[in-house]
């Protein structure tokens, strides 16, 4: 997966920092929560890694692509807040869309197709650290086991047993249902 973001010589830090938050903000931010589960402080965790990438931004050597740099940020800062403040699981609470269109699915299918992938998230998210930031970042976030291995600095038979590991305590958790 290539970087759609393409920086021009002439331009500013402020604009360079506006296309990363354009480009990546809302996926930081999912990335965040998938960590604090907590949407106000996730909101300020998100707000620190663009600042973070303001204030950092001539130390970016271009040895990774920009959004490993800013996925390494945001999982640095998560993981800060983590353990820096004492930190309470809360439930997820998502709202339902209600758009919609002509031909979808009944709004009970709609209601039904959303609670089992709310259940699925909560199970995703109830699985211990490790292993939750190897599925989302693989599956979620799409991307590759050498970028996690960038992301991270784990070793890449690392990532790949995590996801086994995390994949297979998913599978019990839904076979136990």
Known sequence: MEDTIHFVNNESLEEIIEQLIDEYG?????????YIKDWSITEDVTQEVFI???NKYHLFRGESNIKTWVYQIAVNKAKDTLRLRSYRQFNIVERLRDNLHN???SIEDQVIEEDEKLDFSNKVLSLPVKYREAIILFYYED????EINELTGINQQTIKSRLRRGKSLLR?????K
């Open 26 to 34: 809302d996926a930081i931010k999912r990335l965040i929560y998938t």
């Open 52 to 54: 973070t990438c303001y």
């Open 103 to 105: 031909g979808e699915p």
């Open 143 to 146: 991307l590759t086991i050498r």
């Open 172 to 176: 019990k958790e839904i076979e136990g």
